[in-house]
């Protein structure tokens, strides 16, 4: 563990902890990001109508409109000459997001990731291959201060060049590998077709996150690669990668609660849900000094798991990311992530772990089509076979998730691999 006193903290310490930063971060935010003040005084609450953690509820949400509408710096709490460090999310649509660190944020976040990475066993021994994307994305430079804080020897790949990554793991004795966990799919797949065995190397651990990924894929990744394979969990808005990392308990992912405070809303109605229930993250930045986040909507899907952990460490756990709402497609009336789909046709196990959802429109009705990559003996050998195959999958879908698909199973390789986040939707509804 790598802050044992911190990450093991009674909680009732942590609670007064968090309500203690808490009253800070919002007199902060209050007195220095007019954004916060406006939008304070409209809801009729000043920061010191909070009188315990459960009144958070009475103050407004912050979204990721807030933060582009605000593009570039505007809701900066500190002047240019106090930020050492700019990131920035693409999105699919218009400018991107911005966010800023100071030299103390990103001590914070060396930290979190040093905690991240600390859960996965990782310690001066290791040689950490980080082929998370460098640059304005927050996944290579947020998981190499935190590597290197550990002391590891770090391994900066960044993404793609996947034939010289396989080789640099080999050669350079790679132990912990950081990535997509649709890049470490991709890896594996290559491996095999370079002939490099697993024995070859020395690689014992992974940490995967930046996108969803189910069960089924993790069983794939561990078992394709021999590893261990782990959750890591964040967002640039909040700090980048290192909010949240599963233990190898593997029974959700441990949020480091006195830097970031969780909730989970309804989406719908933005209303706290009963405790343990599912609903959207929303988190508040308890340390952020260049970008104080009060109550950001992350339109993330999960819940919180509040029962001890094996591990010992006492911050509660957040179930493995189901979606996002932005993804979440509704067939009939029936709400599915893709994550769900992914499980179903991993745990069937006629399949590769290559898919992509194409969400079409028939007669003003939503339907989906699940292509998928069955495996280079299936396709040479039962081409005859492939209809029924289809049928049987398309079976198992209905009968578990309760929706009507098409499924069409593809040539091997022929879906798109990805070096980064995967794109796993083709909506062609809007091309219509
Ligand atoms: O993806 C930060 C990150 C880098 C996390 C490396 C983990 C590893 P953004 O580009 O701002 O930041 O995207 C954040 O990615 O709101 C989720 O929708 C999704 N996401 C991140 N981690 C996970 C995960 C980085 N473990 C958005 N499981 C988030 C599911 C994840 N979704």
Known sequence: MWNQPVECLPREELRRLQFRRLQEVLQYAYAKVPFYRQRFQSAGVRPEDIRQLEDIKYLPFTTKDDLRDNYPFGLFAVPMQAIVRIHASSGTTGKPTVVGYTRHDIEVWSEVMARTLGAAGASPRDVVQIAYGYGLFTGGLGVHYGAEKIGCTVIPTSGGNTKRQIMLMRDFGTTILCCTPSYACYLAEVMAELGVKREELKLRAGLFGAEPWSEGMRREIESSLGIEALDIYGLSEIIGPGVAAECPAKGGLHIWEDHFLPEVIDPATGEPVPPGEEGELVFTTLTKEALPVIRYRTRDISLLLSDPCPCGRTHVRMAKVKGRTDDMLIIRGVNVFPSQIEEVLLSLGYT?????????????????????????????????????????????????????????????????????????????????
């Open 352 to 432: 590769e772990p290559h898919y992509v959802l194409v969400v079409d429109r028939e007669k003003r009705l939503d339907v989906l089509e699940v292509w998928v990559e069955v495996s280079e003996h299936i396709f040479r050998d039962e081409v005859r076979g492939m209809e029924e195959l289809e049928e049987k999958i398309r079976r198992e879908i209905e009968a578990l998730l309760g929706i009507g698909v098409k499924v069409r199973l593809v040539e091997p390789k022929s879906i798109q691999r990805s070096e980064g986040k995967a794109k796993r939707i083709i909506d062609r509804r809007d091309m219509k």
